[in-house]
């Protein structure tokens, strides 16, 4: 669960620090006081995408701490072993955005990518936010719902996959049916030119060292000459250093048996005497072993200038040739393989039949679930002031199939206007589809595995006995997992189990966020200020503190650290 949420510089909040506690939580506060910039500054912490203007006004970064209790996740805990990261039952997300746009991510104190931050946010927290509902009228975002809700993710990768694979074999065949003139006077090009880099026998590795010998060959009288010269110098010469330092080593010697402080001195010496004399040998090793050789130097610029040469006429750099060769190579081999018609024929079919296979065990687990689902939602429903409506799931085929399958998914609706079922971007009003929404999230979120559940004023459109319901729906799923909703609704933050208040301040020209818990009478007082407006009377009190024992007090509260 969420154990911890540090923000610094984060749109109005300079610095703040929430410890969360489990079950249902409510974040409440006037229109504009910041409540959905805390959970815009978490899903920046999962890895949401970002810009330069979520940086406070003034500040040079924001940085966005998430602090995990891991017990309750063992996806994410398994995420960590698999990519080597240290878990020890906690998960500290950090994100830090800077003026320049950049971000970095974090996970216990390694850094990683914002999409290994995503993926094993994805087993953290699930935000249900404010427009959800709107979401809800796109078709492929109600499939992508059932979806996730019957677990098919890894199913529907599959079906993809298959997808694309048909595609491309079948594009493959009728390529090579259709082109088969253009195909063979490709094959004939790529075969001149495979055997053209085949027959230059050129390696990456020939054409550095053939660098490395046109180098020393070119300079080869500079190389003797340089190398003779430092012979002279330490050896060979009248004043070589090698005879100077043996000089100077007897004298030394000799004048030992008065100061014995001079045979660390001669020490010394002798090694440097030992390194001069070793050094002599290499360079005599070297002047036997270098040699001019014109005709040596002739060949190797030849070489150089025929590999050149192919790389001019390919338009590529020297380096590239191997890989060009490759490349060429593999085309050769598709041609090759394009020229068999029958062979090509047969791989489509095998395509095809996988790919069908795949989607109609997909077509059927859509059916079980789109069953199930329909019929808790509706129950749902009923609990929200929608009696007699009825949630279904509809199954669109689509004609010869795609990436996701055999069909696209319709959310519609019976019961309300009508006893057909009709698509639910026909039939509901705001109202209804709120409510609707919010149905469909308490369902999903039920058999979803994540350890909490953030909505974010999900309850707008929402009123009356129905927003009771909506906070015992809430509290009812806070005593499974860990839940916070922002909420101006007092039915729904009378049920939270404990409560924040998000106020606006201004600082010295600036305007900041905070927030405060609330316990005892300065929970009544917020209840009655939602209930009542501006002018708090003792009945609006009275009314606040009924919400609350009716709710039973209130539960275990959350802290605040400044």
Sequence with gaps: MLCRLTIRDFVLVDRLELEFQQGFGALTGETGAGKSILVDALAFALGERADTGLIRAGSERAEVSAEFDLAASPAAAAWLQAHDLDTQGVLLLRRVLDASGRSRAYLNGSPVTVQQLREVAESLVDIHGQHAHQSLLRSEAQRALLDSHARLESLLAEVATAWRNWRAAKTLLDTASSGSEALAVEREQLEWQVRELQTLHFSTEEWQLLNEEHKRLGHAASLV?????????????????????????????????????????????????????????????????????????????????????????????????????????????VLGEAADLTALAARATAA???????????????????????????????????????????????????????????????????????????????????????????????????????????????????????????????????????????????????????????????????????????????????????????????????????????????????
Excluded at 228 to 239: I, K, N, T, Y
Excluded at 534 to 553: C, F, N, P, V, Y
Aim: aromatic share 4%; glycine share 10%; hydrophobic share 40%.
């Design 352 to 562: 095809r039949v996988q790919y069908e296979q795949l989607a109609q065990r997909l077509s059927g687990k859509r059916a079980q679930a789109a069953e199930v689902l329909g019929r808790e939602v509706s129950q749902v429903m009923q609990q929200l002031a929608l009696a007699g409506g009825r949630f279904e799931l509809g199954l669109l085929p689509v004609e010869g199939g795609n990436a996701a399958g055999f069909e696209q998914v319709e959310f519609r609706i019976a019961g309300l206007a009508g006893s057909e079922p009709r698509s639910l971007a026909k039939v509901a009003s705001g109202g209804e589809l709120s409510r609707i929404s919010l149905a469909i999230q308490v369902v999903t979120s039920q058999a979803a595995s994540v350890p909490t559940l953030i909505f974010d004023e999900v309850d707008v459109g929402i009123g009356g006995g129905v927003a009771e319901v909506v906070g015992c729906l809430l509290r009812e799923l806070g005593g499974e997992r860990q839940v916070l909703c922002v909420t101006h609704l007092p039915q729904v933050a009378a049920r939270a189990n404990w409560q924040w208040q998000v106020s606006k301040t201004i600082r010295a020209g600036s305007v900041r966020s905070h927030v405060a818990t609330l316990e005892g009478d300065a929970r009544v007082e917020e209840i009655a200020r939602m209930l009542g407006g501006i002018d708090i009377t003792s009945i609006t009190r009275q009314h606040a503190r009924e919400m609350l024992i009716t709710a039973d007090g209130g539960g275990s509260n959350g802290s605040r650290r400044p």
């Design 225 to 333: 000459e340089g190398a003779q010269f430092a012979l002279q110098v330490l050896a060979e010469g009248d004043a070589a250093c090698e005879a100077q330092v043996a000089a100077a080593i007897n004298r030394l010697d000799g004048l030992c048996e008065y100061d014995p402080a001079l045979s660390e001195i001669t020490d010394l010496l002798q090694s440097v005497q030992a390194e001069l004399s070793e050094a002599a040998s290499a360079l005599h090793r070297y002047t036997h072993r270098i040699e001019l050789d014109p005709r040596r130097l002739v060949e190797v610029e030849q070489r150089i200038e025929a590999i050149l040469g192919c790389a001019r006429k390919f338009r590529c750099a020297p380096d590239d040739l191997p890989g060009l060769l490759a490349r060429w190579q593999e085309r050769l081999s």
